[in-house]
């Protein structure tokens, strides 16, 4: 770690002009991530302005849905009663990533802004493109049945790491942010994260200095059938191999609305377009939940070590929407756990 | 009643839980300084240039030291080092002394500051330039240029080589099937670290996250040019070893700092450097074979391991359980060992069996059903009571009851032989169980007892506690030995000015120390007979020592017990404030198996003057089952639960013994489901790097784990009768868990760990 300046932000827009001003600084959330990244030497800020006692902590009602505060914590958002009722997919796909003691920490606006836990990314004497532009991507011919199977580059095969956003995707949600000199505007989801292209380096499509202050979630009718599956080598604690967050709205024996994104397949939360345009208008059958999750997982390209997340995503994505119709429940996302609810 | 065996909590928990446990790192010392290692990028090659100088310069840096400047070591002599008692170095590479790289993360300088944060900052921003050679990181392509060794640990490595390939071509039944495991680490909760203080030149104070503080000692000692004795380590309390906490090269680099700083120097690893630089379990790749004939009894074992090595002569032994388990008539073990430019392969829990039973117990499952036998059957029809290579009878073994006992307590009965019959929702769930073993050990060891005017009693040895309840059970083997409650005992050891002591390693501390515990306070109880009886003040005055019995701190003719005095009375008539009694046990058989020294030193006894064990084999053996629940669609597998039988001796404890088997168990789990380091093959350098990336099992992977002893006392290892339980609880369990596995699904996988990719590519 190497010397930095750390100030506590009282004021919005003072915070957000101090950041602008210096390429090098950064906001600080929990820390749960960028304080590591620090610890590894993959980056180095200037200085740290933490946002946490800043007021962009409030959930609430707002005239078309549901506004969750940026610096609200992961575990807040996930147990409040106005996720849970409205948005019950958000609440289980944040409660299935990290732990108890992370989500605590977490902020809703750091969640957003996490980097990828690609190994060649952290390791500061590997080549990455993300972390130093053109010295390779270390990943792509090397150790990778964790990476990305959709979108990627030659320049970067890492995935993003989040739970949250994933749901998020689904979800249609809105990322409202705020620049300098009271800079306001706000971001659609499926804008704010993006493919790894030419320019890895970035991450999504914040500018520098601008702040996070909320993501607004639209109505929906879709919380009665929604469903957050995630398959990964241990029962907790560890990283998706691949999720899935499904949402469904029938209307008679014929789906209205469906709402599919994957995690764990590329730089971004993958928002699974062609499978839910497949399934519009049909009825929400296994036959049909496959199909959909073929068409979508055939422009798949596997690399080296994970051609096993190919099928794995297909049978994930059907999983999952059975799960939705099902009306799904909190403690879904152990449902590739065998070991609750018996002994 | 006694203490021994009783299921007490451990006498140091509410320390622990309480943080007033001192672990190596809060040694913190005045003026002292803060070290921060630099790692080697490359596999293989030499230190061109370093920019040292500029970072002289750096904010807080005391020191930068390398080859270039390092203090100069007594270079490696095996024979000096064996004298010595310096021989067990994690790797043989005395840190900073020349500018070639041996393996990727190799320690090439280390910066002194006056904060860890700027000690790391320096070392961050060193830069090292090198001259790289085309370096060896993959096994499979390296075997082609591997070598038989012809010694393992002074045995012979090579068993029959080449022998059983008549016999199996002559087998009615076989199978033959390769295997693989991969590279483990030990991450111990408490990362490693050192404190080192020098007082003077030829003083040396390190403080120091060791399984033994004696050996830390001795090679520090033999590589600073110091008398032994001169050079204390001290370790009070250990979070946890595995065998990756003999000597390893960070706490010589740590005393080179400090001699350099001239000041107290701290050093503690990383969990990155904990992947390059405290040893791993190597990857092996296993062939194992094994005929029989049409009724099932085995002919001939083939159990063939390809390894690595690296800086040491120590390579993964994968075959140990195939030379002492089932009757065969005859085995052939054998080893192919490559050179790995990675860091250097050690000892981890159960190194051998724990992938050497994944692999024969996987193949005597795939016998079993060939045979279409049951597996516990098929086991018992060819159990040996024998040692199968010496000939020796085991000194105590009760395997067949392990597998009874197992099979009833587990309900092994209602498993069906044939796979993919048992389904619970979407799950398939499947049956298996394995067998487990490892070796009896046991070193020479001396404990000193001290019982004061107060009534309270002192237990000293070099011992260590790496978690496994040391100092619980010394306090209830003297508890019993003295008559007195197991509060007034405190046990002091970690500290290598305490009577000698072998290492926490090869699950033998118990086997060793607590003879000489048990001897140490019959000697101090003599002491306080013959006192009392030459008193003419004392109700005991003119007995004969032989009809003294004790009990409740106190001494009494037996069959008359109102002529009684307690130990304080006959201390305080005697005016003496206190009276210690040492004594050395010594690993010989007989009435010659505890050497009673007033001196407190012993000297290992040579295997050749070894009685017993020309007469015994000495080992452990359990039986592990395990049930799965399989999720075909993502390949995931989830243990429900474990039942693991134990005969190891003597149970000391019932509530330390328990958790030593949970925890292997536990590792056990890791080892079949999810442990795995991966190195880059490119550039050989652990993609793996902390524990994020490293998953070890998280509670909710650990089922309900029954542990059943079978409890009898091993009349031949000691008069205590217990053996060691450190390693044996991972035995095995994921052959069980793989066989179980089978059971479910039908598909065998043969390459740990079982990941979800694994299953979609069997």
């Known amino acids: 770690m190497r010397p930095f300046k750390y100030a506590n932000a009282s004021n919005p827009a003072a915070a957000i002009k101090i950041v602008t001003a210096d390429p090098a600084a950064r906001f600080l959330g929990g820390g749960t991530n960028l304080v590591d990244l620090m610890k590894e030497d993959v980056m180095h800020p200037s200085q740290l302005m933490d946002v946490t006692r800043l007021k962009f902590s409030v959930i609430e009602k707002k005239a078309n849905g549901l506004s969750i505060g940026g610096t609200a914590s992961n575990a807040v958002t996930a147990n409040h009663d106005l996720v849970r009722e409205n948005y019950p997919l958000l609440s289980m796909a944040i409660l299935a990533g990290a732990s108890a003691q992370i989500r605590n920490m977490a902020t809703n606006a750091g969640n957003l802004n996490q980097r990828t836990r690609c190994t060649y990314f952290y390791d500061a004497n590997m080549p990455c493109n993300k972390r130093e532009p053109g010295t390779g991507c270390g990943a792509l011919h090397g150790v990778n049945k964790n990476h990305a199977i959709l979108g990627w580059s030659e320049k970067c095969v890492a995935t993003y790491p989040s739970d949250m956003a994933v749901a998020l995707a689904a979800l249609n949600a809105v990322v409202q942010v705020e620049g300098s000199g009271n800079t306001k505007r706000n971001i659609p989801f499926a804008d704010f994260h993006r493919l790894p292209g030419e320019h890895p380096e970035i991450d999504n499509t914040l500018k520098h200095g601008e702040l996070i202050t909320s993501i607004d979630l639209p109505e929906n009718r879709l919380a009665e059938k929604s469903y957050y599956l995630k398959v990964r080598e241990r029962s907790s604690y560890a990283f998706a191999l691949i999720s899935v967050a499904a949402a469904l709205e029938t209307n008679g024996n014929r789906i209205k609305d469906v709402r599919i994104a994957l995690g764990g397949v590329a730089h971004k939360p993958w928002r699974a377009r062609i499978a839910e345009q497949w399934l519009r208008g049909k009825e929400p059958t296994q036959a049909n939940f496959r199909a959909a999750a073929s068409a979508e997982l055939k422009h798949a390209k596997p690399l080296g070590q994970n051609k096993y997340k190919v099928g794995l995503a297909a049978k994930a994505i059907v999983r999952a929407l059975e799960g939705a119709m099902q009306g799904g429940t909190y403690g879904a996302m152990e449902a590739d756990s065998t070991t609750t609810n018996q002994n | 009643m006694s203490e021994t065996g009783k299921p007490i909590s451990r006498v140091d928990g509410r320390m622990k839980v309480s943080g007033k446990a001192t672990y190596a790192a809060e040694f913190n010392q005045p003026n002292m300084a803060y070290a921060f290692p630099v790692r080697a990028t490359i596999a293989k090659g030499k230190i061109a240039s370093m920019d040292d100088d500029i970072i002289r310069k750096e904010l807080g840096v005391i020191a930068v030291i390398s080859y270039k400047n390092a203090y100069k070591l007594k270079p490696l002599d095996m024979q000096a080092q064996m004298k010595a008692g310096a021989a067990f170095l994690g790797e043989n590479l005395p840190p900073l002394q020349d500018n070639v790289v041996h393996y990727p993360g190799q320690f090439v300088a280390v910066v002194v500051a006056e904060t860890y944060e700027q000690a790391r900052a320096a070392a961050y921003k060193l830069k090292v330039r090198y001259t790289a050679d085309k370096a060896a990181v993959d096994l ?340 019993d030995a003295l008559g007195v409650p197991v509060e007034k005992i405190d046990v002091k050891i970690g500290d290598s000015s305490l009577p000698p002591a072998p290492l926490a390693g090869g699950s033998q501390t118990t086997a060793s120390i607590h003879p000489a515990a048990l001897d140490a306070c019959v000697l101090l109880r003599k002491e306080l007979v013959s006192i009392a009886i030459a008193d003419p003040g004392s109700k005991l005055n003119g007995s004969k020592p032989e009809d003294i019995g004790f009990a409740n701190g106190k001494l009494f003719v037996k069959g008359n017990e109102d002529r009684s005095e307690t130990y304080l009375n006959i201390l305080n008539r005697a005016k003496r404030n206190e009276i210690e009694a040492c004594a050395t046990t010594l690993p010989v058989s007989g009435a010659g198996l505890t050497v009673p020294s007033a001196l407190c030193t012993p000297s290992q006894t040579p295997p050749e003057q070894n009685s017993d064990i020309k007469q015994y084999a000495f080992h452990s053996f359990g039986a592990q089952f395990a049930e799965v629940w399989v999720d075909e669609d993502f390949g995931t597998i989830r243990v429900k639960r474990v039942t693991s039988v134990q005969d190891v001796g003597r149970i000391m404890n019932e509530k330390t013994a328990r958790s030593q088997i949970i925890g292997g168990v536990i590792f056990g789990i890791g080892a079949a489901l999810m442990e795995a380091t991966e190195y880059d093959k490119r550039w050989g350098n652990p993609v793996t790097r902390t524990l994020a990336d490293y998953h070890v099992p998280v509670h909710l992977d650990v089922p309900p784990i029954d542990v059943h002893f079978i409890g009898k006392p091993d009349p031949h290892i000691s008069p205590i009768g217990a053996r060691g339980i450190g390693e044996i609880g991972i035995t095995g369990v994921s052959a069980a868990i793989a066989n179980a596995v089978f059971n479910a699904t039908g598909k065998r996988l043969r390459d740990l760990p079982l990941t979800p990719e694994k299953f979609f590519e069997s």
């Open chain 2, 140 to 479: 499979r392509t390296e075997l082609p240029k591997s070598t038989k060794p012809k010694m393992f640990m002074g045995e012979e490595a090579q068993v029959n080589e080449g022998k059983a390939a008549g016999p199996l071509a002559a087998s009615a039944k076989k199978v033959d099937h390769t295997y693989s495991t991969p590279v483990e680490h030990h991450h111990p909760m408490e990362p490693h670290a050192t404190v080192a203080v020098w007082e003077g030149t030829d003083r040396l104070t390190l403080y120091d996250a060791t399984q033994g503080v004696g050996l830390t000692s001795a090679i520090a000692a033999y590589f600073f040019g110091l008398h032994q004795e001169n050079v204390r380590v001290v370790a009070p309390f250990v979070g946890g070893g595995f065998g990756s906490k003999g000597l390893w090269l960070h706490t010589l680099l740590v005393a080179i700092a400090a001699k350099a700083a001239n000041r107290p120097v701290k050093l503690a690893l990383t969990r990155q450097m904990m992947q390059t630089n405290v040893g791993h379990r190597a990857a092996t790749i296993q062939r194992v074979a094994m005929g029989t004939d049409a009724a099932g009894q085995l002919n001939v074992l083939r159990h063939h391991t390809d390894t690595y090595n690296n800086l040491t002569q120590f390579f993964e032994p994968s075959g140990k359980q195939t030379l002492v388990l089932y009757k065969a008539p005859l085995r052939e073990v054998t080893y192919n060992v490559a050179h790995l430019d990675r860091s250097t392969p050690t000892f981890m829990r159960a190194p051998g069996e724990t992938p050497g039973t994944f692999a024969l117990e996987c193949a005597m499952d795939e016998m079993a059903y060939q045979l279409k036998m049951d597996p516990v059957e098929f086991r018992i029809k060819n159990h040996t009571a024998q040692d199968p290579v010496k000939g020796h009878d085991f000194s105590s073994e009760f395997l067949v009851e392990c597998y009874r006992t197992g099979a009833e307590r587990f309900g092994w009965a209602s498993r069906s032989m044939e796979p993919r019959q048992k389904r619970q929702g979407k799950y398939l769930v499947g049956y298996g169980m394995a067998t487990a073993t490892y070796p009896g050990g046991r070193s020479a060891a001396s404990v000193k007892v001290l019982m004061n005017n107060k009534g309270n009693v002192t237990v000293m040895t070099a011992s260590i506690d790496i978690g496994t309840g040391t100092y619980t059970v010394l306090a209830q083997t003297a508890a």
